[in-house]
């Protein structure tokens, strides 16, 4: 991901891929109208005076779990979309919080043994020139979306850019504990784009009201050196819920940081 910090090295990865095809749709909301949604343990990440919550759909290739010989394929690409915010640990690192995940492949629900919110379903991801095609449809209980993004040029990313596409961890709570899962790869190739149709349940169904405003769009290309790390348990005890977010300040000179420098990699 394109980032303020240093990307982290995973050097023992649990898994390989590359995220392919990706767009990110991000939408403005109150962070009281999120905060219900995110556990304890967690803050709130604010950019603008605004909680964001991105709906991301992509594909999943040449997915290969440890041990996997390179000379072997991994495993038939698949179609993934994630809707997620961003937070912070109390130690001040920065990551995601997923509110869902679809995706096409059922062996990755088995992650809901750390958390993670994996939803089977059917998913589709199509381009047709400079414009690409997502839907997908969950099984369990029907939430969908159907989306058209006409592609744009590629963009040298700002600050907002690299806010909504640059971290470096997930979060999840499983056992009543916060658990983290690293990831590593090379920066994102973005991209203008903007969204022709949007049809979609899954912010509905994640508890979430209208937006404040209309979405902010980018596409990717995507990264084919993605080193996800094992998942692990926080370090760090849970925060209290009622701690302030930190907030980002609303026009930064391209390179510079409103983090704090002692964060690690996000």
């Known amino acids: 991901m394109v980032g303020y910090q240093t990307n982290p090295r995973v050097r023992l990865p649990a898994l390989r891929a590359a995220w392919l095809t990706q767009t990110f749709v991000h939408w403005p909301f109150r962070p009281e109208a999120v905060r219900p949604l995110v556990p304890e343990g967690l803050t709130l990440d604010e950019y603008e005076g605004a909680v964001w919550v991105g709906l991301t759909p992509f594909v999943m290739a040449d997915v290969r779990p440890p041990g996997t010989p390179r000379a072997l394929p991994g495993l038939p690409a698949f179609a ?49 020139g400079n414009t690409v095609t997502y839907a997908g449809s969950r099984w369990a209980d029907g939430a969908s979306y ?28 499983r056992l009543g504990m916060l ?53 692990r348990p926080s370090r760090w005890a849970p925060a209290d819920r009622g701690r302030a977010p930190r907030r980002r300040a609303a026009e930064a000179p391209q390179g510079s940081t409103s983090r704090d420098q002692g964060d690690g990699a996000g």
């Open 80 to 128: 993934e979309t994630n809707l997620r915010t961003y937070v912070r640990h109390r130690d001040g690192r920065d990551g995601l919080w997923f509110l869902s995940l679809e995706v096409a492949c059922p062996l990755m629900v088995a992650a809901r043994a750390i958390g993670a919110p994996y939803h089977p379903g059917t998913l589709s991801v199509s381009v047709s």
């Open 179 to 231: 658990w983290e899962t690293p990831v590593e790869h090379e920066p994102w190739p973005l991209a203008e784009a903007a969204v022709e149709v949007l049809e979609e349940t899954l912010t509905t169904a994640a508890g979430l009201p209208a937006p404040l405003g209309d979405p902010v769009v980018h596409f990717s290309q995507g990264v084919r050196k993605v080193r996800l790390g094992p998942s």
């Open 146 to 173: 159907r989306m058209v993004v006409r592609l744009g040029a590629p963009v040298q990313a700002a600050e907002r850019d690299v806010w909504m596409t640059a971290r470096w961890r997930a979060y999840t709570r």
